[in-house]
């Protein structure tokens, strides 16, 4: 009879403690990462495609996609972008892409210096860091911008860019937000 009741304390502990003596991971919010269009504010949802038609071959500021980042958590984030892909012409050599967490911390980039797949802000520039429940870039420090008229047969020129969180380890975590850049004549 002991050893019958010993056996059943001895399983309702195990069971009792086993997942409070397995640690949890941190849960992440999952959408706490926003971007908006500076200076609109019209919040750029994932699959957007925002669309410009200025004028091609020429640096025409209505051609800019000036936008910034809202941070929705408790918890203070990093925010990295990368070009995913390009479309309707053979290189990145008409774009400019500055980024930053401030228009005077920002780094702006052209044509070749862009890459698809790379990582930015790079590992040496200024981090963009969003204190909880903040923004970060606001007044046009991140800003993506074509100058490339599409090559034929091509009627248009895209760029998709993923926004998207880190965590202290340089994992990707939460949300990521995708969007089209679309240069249309």
Do not use: H, W
């Not at 949802?45 to 669309?51: A, E, H, M, P």
């Amino acid at each position: 009879m002991k050893k019958l009741i010993m056996a059943l304390l001895v399983g309702f502990a195990t069971i009792g403690c086993s997942k409070d003596e397995v640690g949890t991971p941190d849960v992440i919010d999952t959408n706490t990462l926003k971007v908006f269009n500076y200076p609109s504010n019209s919040e750029i949802l994932d699959g957007s495609t925002i669309l410009f038609s200025g004028s091609a071959g020429l640096v025409d500021p209505t051609n800019a996609l000036k936008f910034y980042f809202k941070n929705t958590s408790s918890s203070e984030m990093k925010v990295r972008m990368r070009l995913i892909s390009i479309t309707g012409v053979p290189n990145t050599n008409g774009i400019s892409f500055c980024y930053g967490p401030n228009v005077n911390d920002g780094v702006c980039l052209q044509g070749s210096a862009i890459t698809i797949g790379s990582l930015y802000p790079r590992n040496n520039d200024a981090q963009i860091i969003i204190p909880a429940n903040g923004t970060a870039g606001t007044g046009g420090a991140n800003k993506f911008q074509n100058s490339s008229a599409p090559v034929t047969p091509a009627t248009s020129v895209s760029y998709v860019i993923e926004a998207f969180q880190q965590d202290v380890n340089g994992n990707e975590v939460g949300n990521k937000v995708r969007f089209t850049y679309k240069y249309q004549q």
